[in-house]
Structures are given as structure tokens and as C-alpha cells.
């Protein structure tokens, strides 16, 4: 972990606190965006129902983890990573905006922005994830930079299929080509998984050291 004086670390705690507000409020609006009425029960209750549904509330779940450990071993409250950290919650309001609307209109318009808005979540987790490795090269802290070196990673990693599906969008009409939206998520998972097992394997043989 990077070390923080009593002042960053005063700070940091309050915009952390903060920014689970800001978390917590999306996921109430996600919920809140249910219909209670027949007709909202019977969409809900649909394959595609429960996907459009679940998807958002994973990611916004994924993304805040993410987030936590940024905040908890890697987050130093300058600039930069401070006003990244504000777009970043704009972007996660804008996911849970986009998924109703998505789910509602069903237009291109919003499957591109729905789409992107996921990508824009992780893109911003990834820059983070590289000034924070900027800072732990600077205080010469190895593990805190193998730390920042793997959040870059995966979070790079999980921005490509988005940025793949927004592309596919862009390109095709809707379609088959869809499969090839699946086909970019299925494939990241494979490569997640060789890279947690190397990232651990180089993290042991830190603290091996």
C-alpha cells in the first residue's frame, strides 16, 4: 500500500465516503426503475427481464470493488485523481441512466450509449490505475506498483469487450452479429483468469523477497 500522510488520508476516507453514496443512490435508481404494475412484472419476469436488470447491477458491483481496493491500497488525493474520480461517478450514474434507457427505448442510440458508458466506467478505472502506478514508482514502493500494474491490466482488459460491442454496433445493424458481442466477453474471460494466476504467482514471490 501507498503510504499516506494524516492529511491524504483524512481526505481520501471523505471522498471514498462520498463516492459510496454516489454508488449506493445508483443502485437504488436501479431498483427504483422497476415498474410495480401487471405489465412491468411480466417484463421483469423474462429472460431478457432479468438480464437487463442483473448486468447493470453486476458491473456497478464490479466497478465498486474495483474502486475500494484503488481507494485502500493505491489512491493519493491529487489533481488528477481527484477530478477522474468525479467523472469516474458521473460515468456510474450515467450506466444506471443508459440501462433504463436501453430498456425502455431499445434504440441504437441507446444501445451505443449503453455500451459506451460501460466502457468510459472501466477506461477511467484504468487511468487511475496508472497515475496510481506513477505514484508507487516515485516512492519506490514494488508492491503497491505491482498492485497498480494489475488493476491497469484488468482494467484494460474489461474496457476491450465493451469497446468491441460499441464498435459492432457502430459498424452492423442489428442481428446476428450480435454473437460477436458475446464472443468478445466470453473471450476475455479466459485471459482474466491466466492473468490472475500470474499476477498472484508474481505477487508471492514478492513477498517471498
Known amino acids: 500500500m501507498i503510504e499516506r500522510n494524516e492529511a491524504e488520508q483524512h481526505f481520501t476516507r471523505r471522498l471514498e465516503a462520498f463516492s459510496d453514496v454516489v454508488i449506493g443512490f445508483s443502485l437504488a435508481q436501479l431498483g427504483a426503475s ?3 404494475s401487471q405489465r412491468g412484472l411480466h417484463d421483469f419476469l423474462t429472460p431478457q ?3 437487463n436488470f442483473l448486468f447493470p447491477f453486476a458491473i456497478v458491483c464490479s466497478a465498486w ?3 475500494h481496493r484503488l481507494f485502500s491500497q493505491l489512491f493519493i488525493p491529487k489533481a488528477w485523481p481527484v477530478v477522474l ?13 443508459s440501462a433504463e434507457a436501453y430498456t425502455k427505448l431499445g434504440s441504437m442510440t441507446a444501445m451505443r450509449f449503453y455500451f459506451g458508458c460501460y466502457a468510459m466506467v472501466y477506461a477511467l478505472l484504468t487511468v487511475q490505475y496508472l497515475i496510481a502506478l506513477k505514484y508507487a514508482s516515485a516512492r519506490q514502493v514494488p508492491a503497491a506498483r505491482l498492485r497498480a500494474v ?12 465493451f469497446l468491441f460491442a460499441l464498435a459492432i454496433i457502430l459498424i452492423f445493424e442489428p442481428g446476428p452479429v450480435y454473437f460477436l458481442i458475446a464472443a468478445g466477453f466470453i473471450a476475455a474471460g479466459p485471459v482474466s483468469g491466466a492473468l490472475r494466476k500470474r499476477f498472484d504467482a508474481a505477487e508471492a514471490q514478492l513477498r517471498a523477497a
Request: hydrophobic share 70%; charged share 5%.
Open 34 to 36: 422497476l415498474v410495480v
Open 150 to 161: 494489475r488493476g491497469a491490466v484488468f482494467m484494460g482488459l474489461w474496457t476491450t469487450p
Open 85 to 97: 474520480n468525479f467523472a469516474w461517478l458521473a460515468t456510474v450514474v450515467m450506466v444506471v441512466f
Open 49 to 51: 427481464g432479468v438480464i
Open 65 to 67: 470493488f474495483f474502486h
